[in-house]
């Protein structure tokens, strides 16, 4: 066998091959790795590859290449883990069972993994929390959806892009009522009802909406509404200035362990695989941090795949059920994470999905959501639903990140929605806003 001998010319071989010369730094040093692995990859034939090279050049050939594949994408991809422009983070959690991937992030030690210095902060509302979003005290936080929709739009005031960089949860939410209704479970006689939401434009009080206006019942005259903290569900309902709520866990199954109601129905049931909340960070502070950004998305996205795996489910009520996260009995939790639970009403029941953790933020959800809105004006005026979706949910940066740790993502689509045991076409939103708006 013949053994080839390098000519160099500018430092590059014929064959393809770079003299081996210190780079200028690190990046430049990946770049010139990637050029020579893209030459062999494309160019295997050796023979083939230096006549190509030795006619038209190294340079040539590598440009020309460029208007076909994206060549500086994929050397900015190989370079992602450059030095983080901030390690100390605080970020923002709801003491509710959708903020597990947040909660787990610190208990494995995901965010050391990335170089980060993370403090969580545990905070009581979602108008707090938005509003501590607004304000920059945050660099992440959770956010209940649709609010970084609503925020993003410039409703309710103050404009802001944010982003949705995961889904904290699936479903975790429960519609309870008061004992004093259990022998009024037809939601067609709930008028004069006073319902509790922990935030006006959330998913929770476009669900109850929309379930209600399908038994009948007028949402905005048959019945009021009432922003309570979800650490306040309870508590409320035992003192009778409600009369139910839609709410996160473990509000309603705490109410069951306290005797102060019984759980109608859990959310899975009204709208299967719904988004509950959302990890987001600024538009802003995302150009700014860029590398801190991809650390710790890096970091959450590990951290959701842990808790959305069933096995490690058994373990996560004692860890959850901490002061110093949920503050609620471990036994409680557990019946919310394993999905075997009491209803209040003498029966035990088993869904294993009743909440989930998925990452993937799927615009259909978002399209939903902000349809809801218009429909009951608190948008007033049309927007593009779809491209609001694909502006705000980070579907193709996660399915990114979720093939890499070896997850096969969901397709990054406009899927369709089954709410109500009906069908939603996210793809065609002012169709269903035709078929539900009032005249």
């Not at 709801?94 to 545990?122: H, N, R």
């Not at 609010?147 to 404009?159: F, H, K, R, S, Y």
């Not at 990890?279 to 710790?296: L, Y």
């Not at 842990?306 to 959850?320: E, F, Q, T």
Request: aromatic share 8%; hydrophobic share 40%.
């Amino acid at each position: 066998m013949t053994r080839h001998r390098h000519s160099y010319f500018d430092n590059v071989c014929s064959c393809g091959h770079r003299l081996n010369i210190a780079a200028d730094t690190p990046e430049q040093g990946v770049s010139d790795g990637i050029e020579q692995a893209l030459m062999h990859g494309l160019f295997p034939e050796p023979v083939f590859r230096r006549t190509l090279l030795k006619t038209v050049g190294a340079a040539t050939v590598l440009g020309a290449l460029s208007t076909l594949l994206p060549l500086d994408a994929l050397k900015a991809i190989a370079q992602e883990k450059k030095p983080l422009e901030k390690t100390k983070l605080a970020v923002g959690f709801l003491p509710i069972t959708c903020a597990a991937p947040l909660i787990y992030g610190e208990t494995l030690g995901e965010y050391g993994k990335q170089g980060l210095d993370v403090s969580l902060q545990k905070i009581a509302g979602i108008n707090i929390i938005r509003d501590k979003m607004i304000n920059g005290e945050l660099d992440v936080s959770q956010q209940v959806m649709p609010v970084p929709l609503t925020m993003t739009a410039g409703l309710g005031g103050t404009t802001q892009s944010i982003k949705v960089l995961t889904i904290c949860n699936q479903n975790g939410n429960s519609l309870v009522l008061a004992n004093k209704h259990k022998n009024n479970r037809d939601p067609s006689k709930w008028k004069g009802f006073a319902f509790a939401v922990p935030f006006e434009q959330c998913h929770q009080a476009m669900q109850l909406r929309n379930y209600l206006a399908s038994h009948g019942v007028d949402p905005d005259k048959d019945v009021t509404y009432r922003i309570v903290p979800p650490t306040e569900y309870v508590s409320s309902l035992r003192v009778g200035s409600i009369d139910g709520f839609f709410g996160g866990e473990p509000g309603g199954q705490r109410a069951v362990y306290e005797g102060a109601g019984f759980i109608h129905a859990i959310s899975r049931d009204l709208w299967p695989g719904h988004p509950c909340c959302s990890v987001t960070a600024s538009e802003s502070w995302i150009k700014q941090h860029p590398n801190t950004f991809m650390a710790f998305y890096r970091a959450i996205i590990a951290a959701s795949l842990h808790v959305s795996d069933k096995k490690n489910r058994p373990a996560m009520a004692k860890a959850l059920s901490q002061p110093q996260y949920l503050n609620a009995p471990e036994v409680v939790v557990d019946q919310v994470i394993t999905g075997r639970y009491a209803d209040g009403l003498g029966a035990i029941k088993t869904a294993p999905d009743r909440v989930d953790y998925d990452p993937f933020p799927h615009y259909s959800a978002a399209v939903w959501l902000m349809v809801q809105l218009r429909r009951w004006n608190m948008l007033k005026e049309d927007v593009d639903y779809k491209k609001l979706a694909q502006q705000v949910m980070l579907a193709t940066d996660a399915a990114k990140i979720m093939t890499e740790l070896g997850t096969k993502p969901p397709a990054v689509d406009f899927r369709k929605e089954t709410i109500l045991g009906k069908e939603f076409d996210s793809s065609k939103p002012e169709e269903y806003l035709k078929s539900v708006r009032r005249t």
